[in-house]
């Protein structure tokens, strides 16, 4: 690879790594919002998910 | 109850409970001895290398050896309520750590003393600079033990121990494999003189962590 | 249920919703002056050619990776001593030490990609280098701590002990490998230049670099302190449902 080529790879690198790092802060902190749910409980008379009905506002 | 007596007891009731036991000498010197012998695997014997990474090889398996010494003195607590026992005797954060950090370096004295034996015998060492091999090793020791014992507390009683005090406690032990590989290479094979500054490294480590000990242990053991 | 918070004065966010945009907005600026910069507008250096530009991402990467873990410390410091003790100061250490260990992770990354084509291997037994691998694996080691499991308070005091601790063992780690490989330089062959003369444009994206990853350090600590601060409501209302079900009680 050239050197052009390592400098390309580690732009495009650092904005994985950050930008993946940003969408993961962002996703947890949606599903902490109780706004998206990572899993549905089977049961129908199994307590819901704390987050479905959460009331923590901001 | 004074200081002095406070650690007399913690490090003897810890000694007592390992001549009972006789773990270190059943169980963790042959895993350090085991350790030697597959480095002989690892590394060709009939070309030199082990003789001339003996000081490394030794002080790893110290550090690998050391990590179940450490594990086991906390693990003794966990026993028969004996951590409720101890927390309700009342006895001074401070006292407890020296005394347990006592204990573990006394282990470790003979660990260091049969591994280095085994080590010699079998990577074939010629052993000079014994001054500077014995100040190392005993500012090693107290640094192993200090760290070991403030880490081990602080994995105590966690789900996770045997595989978080590994984690946390090597990187922080990287300065004393260091200093005292060195200080073995310059005693062994180089000018026993140059050792000097890395004694006084480990010693420094050594003295930082009895005192960083001395302050943390208290509150760490409280939350255990 | 708020007796389990330390809450002398507990806040929900690091920076007001205001200022976290206009935050967020200098971030992406100055990133983008980097890139400007860093690939485009300064100069390919003499000696190592193009790769040079790597640097102007590897050091403020590593600049802003001792930040994060200057204020790790802090803040625990901060939590320990009784008269400052708060919740955000716990929230604080947890979400710096996590963006540095991912900043810490990115230097090593960048400091092979950079001594691939500049020194020929992907990695090399430089001080500076293998320094930063040990912070890599004492702050590793610290959010293991953090993660296990235990009343807020508890996690807290063991969290910010342990970050005191690391800290202490991180200029014995500093001094001790600087001097086992400046003893070693004897023998080396080359002598990497990490830290070359630089001038006119070249320091200029050097310091825009820097710029931009402590602005982003800001911008994440934002959005990682909130994060941290729902998730531990999250962890109460959990606990809360859990004994609510279990004693049977009114809904």
Same mark, same amino acid.
């Given at each position: 690879?050239?050197?052009?080529?390592?400098?390309?790879?580690?732009?495009?690198?650092t @904005?994985?790594?950050?930008?993946?790092?940003?969408?993961?802060?962002?996703?947890?902190?949606?599903?902490?919002?109780?706004?998206?749910?990572?899993?549905r409980?089977?049961?129908?008379?199994?307590?819901?998910?704390?987050?479905s009905?959460?009331?923590?506002?901001? | 109850?004074?200081?002095?007596?406070?650690?007399?007891?913690?490090?003897?009731?810890?000694?007592?409970?390992?001549?009972?036991?006789?773990?270190?000498?059943s169980?963790?010197?042959?895993?350090?001895?085991? $350790?030697?012998?597959?480095?002989?695997?690892?590394?060709d014997?009939?070309?030199g290398?082990?003789?001339?990474?003996?000081?490394?090889?030794?002080?790893?398996?110290?550090?690998?050896? @050391?990590?179940?010494?450490?594990?086991?003195?906390?693990?003794?607590?966990?026993?028969?309520?004996?951590?409720?026992?101890? /927390?309700?005797?009342?006895?001074?954060?401070?006292?407890?750590?020296?005394?347990?950090?006592?204990?573990?370096?006394v282990?470790?004295?003979?660990?260091?003393?049969?591994?280095?034996?085994?080590?010699?015998?079998?990577?074939?060492?010629?052993?000079?600079?014994?001054?500077?091999?014995?100040?190392?090793?005993?500012? @090693?020791?107290?640094?192993? @033990?200090?760290?070991?014992?403030?880490?081990?507390?602080?994995a105590?009683g966690?789900?996770?121990?045997?595989?978080?005090?590994p984690?946390?406690?090597?990187?922080?032990?990287?300065?004393?494999? &260091?200093?005292?590989?060195?200080?073995?290479?310059?005693?062994?094979?180089?000018?026993p003189g140059?050792?000097?500054?890395?004694?006084?490294?480990?010693?420094?480590?050594?003295?930082?962590?009895?005192?960083?000990?001395?302050?943390?242990?208290?509150?760490l053991?409280?939350?255990t | 249920?708020?007796?389990?918070?330390?809450?002398?004065?507990?806040?929900?966010?690091? &920076?007001?919703?205001?200022?976290?945009r206009?935050?967020?907005?200098?971030?992406?600026?100055?990133?983008?002056?980097?890139?400007?910069?860093g690939?485009?507008a300064?100069?390919?250096?003499?000696?190592?050619?193009?790769?040079?530009?790597?640097?102007? &991402?590897?050091?403020?990467?590593?600049?802003a990776?001792y930040?994060?873990?200057?204020?790790?410390?802090?803040?625990?410091?901060?939590?320990?001593?009784?008269?400052?003790?708060?919740?955000?100061?716990?929230?604080?250490?947890?979400?710096?030490?996590?963006?540095?260990?991912?900043?810490t992770?990115?230097?090593?990354? &960048?400091?092979?990609?950079?001594?691939?084509? $500049?020194?020929? $291997?992907?990695?090399?037994?430089?001080?500076?280098?293998?320094?930063?691998?040990?912070?890599?694996?004492?702050?590793?080691?610290?959010?293991?701590?953090?993660? $296990?499991?235990?009343?807020?308070i508890? /996690?807290? /005091?063991?969290?910010?002990?342990?970050?005191?601790?690391?800290?202490?063992?991180?200029?014995?780690?500093?001094?001790?490998?600087?001097?086992?490989?400046?003893?070693?330089?004897?023998?080396?062959?080359?002598?990497?230049?990490?830290?070359?003369?630089?001038?006119?444009?070249?320091a200029?994206?050097?310091?825009?670099?820097?710029?931009?990853?402590?602005?982003?350090?800001?911008?994440?600590?934002?959005? /990682?302190?909130?994060?941290?601060?729902?998730?531990e409501?999250?962890?109460?209302?959990?606990?809360?449902?859990?004994?609510?079900?279990?004693?049977?009680?009114?809904?």
């Amino acid at each position: 690879m050239t050197d052009a080529g390592f400098v390309i790879a580690s732009w495009v690198i650092t @904005a994985l790594v950050l930008g993946g790092y940003v969408l993961r802060i962002a996703l947890r902190t949606a599903v902490a919002r109780g706004e998206k749910t990572l899993f549905r409980p089977d049961a129908p008379d199994a307590p819901k998910a704390p987050m479905s009905e959460n009331g923590v506002h901001q | 109850m004074n200081a002095f007596s406070e650690i007399k007891l913690i490090a003897g009731k810890d000694l007592r409970i390992e001549m009972r036991s006789r773990i270190l000498l059943s169980q963790v010197l042959p895993f350090g001895a085991i $350790v030697v012998l597959l480095f002989a695997f690892a590394l060709d014997p009939d070309r030199g290398i082990l003789t001339r990474v003996a000081p490394g090889l030794f002080w790893i398996t110290v550090l690998l050896a @050391a990590l179940l010494a450490i594990g086991r003195a906390f693990s003794i607590e966990q026993q028969h309520g004996a951590r409720d026992g101890l /927390r309700l005797a009342g006895l001074d954060g401070s006292s407890v750590f020296i005394g347990k950090a006592i204990a573990i370096a006394v282990q470790l004295v003979i660990l260091e003393a049969v591994l280095g034996l085994t080590v010699v015998v079998l990577y074939g060492v010629e052993v000079h600079g014994v001054v500077v091999l014995v100040a190392t090793a005993t500012a @090693a020791t107290i640094g192993l @033990a200090a760290a070991g014992t403030l880490y081990g507390v602080l994995a105590a009683g966690l789900r996770a121990r045997e595989t978080l005090l590994p984690l946390l406690l090597l990187p922080v032990l990287a300065p004393v494999m &260091l200093g005292a590989t060195r200080a073995f290479e310059d005693g062994l094979e180089g000018v026993p003189g140059d050792a000097w500054p890395w004694v006084a490294l480990l010693t420094v480590f050594a003295l930082l962590y009895t005192g960083v000990g001395m302050l943390a242990f208290g509150p760490l053991w409280e939350d255990t | 249920m708020s007796e389990k918070r330390l809450n002398n004065d507990d806040r929900s966010a690091l &920076l007001p919703r205001a200022v976290g945009r206009v935050v967020d907005a200098l971030t992406l600026v100055s990133i983008g002056a980097l890139t400007f910069f860093g690939l485009w507008a300064s100069p390919a250096d003499v000696v190592q050619g193009d790769a040079q530009r790597i640097m102007y &991402l590897h050091v403020p990467a590593a600049w802003a990776a001792y930040v994060a873990f200057g204020i790790t410390t802090l803040a625990s410091l901060l939590w320990l001593w009784p008269r400052t003790r708060s919740a955000v100061w716990d929230r604080v250490a947890g979400a710096s030490a996590e963006i540095g260990l991912i900043f810490t992770g990115l230097t090593l990354l &960048l400091g092979s990609l950079w001594g691939r084509p $500049v020194w020929g $291997v992907w990695w090399a037994w430089d001080a500076r280098l293998v320094s930063t691998a040990v912070l890599f694996f004492l702050y590793l080691g610290y959010l293991a701590i953090r993660a $296990v499991p235990a009343e807020p308070i508890v /996690r807290a /005091r063991r969290s910010a002990i342990t970050a005191v601790i690391v800290f202490i063992d991180v200029p014995i780690v500093h001094f001790s490998v600087n001097w086992w490989r400046t003893l070693h330089q004897k023998a080396t062959v080359f002598n990497p230049e990490l830290n070359p003369e630089i001038h006119g444009v070249m320091a200029l994206t050097l310091w825009i670099g820097v710029v931009a990853f402590t602005l982003l350090y800001v911008s994440l600590m934002n959005r /990682r302190y909130q994060l941290a601060y729902l998730e531990e409501g999250l962890e109460e209302t959990a606990l809360d449902a859990a004994i609510l079900q279990r004693s049977g009680g009114v809904k």
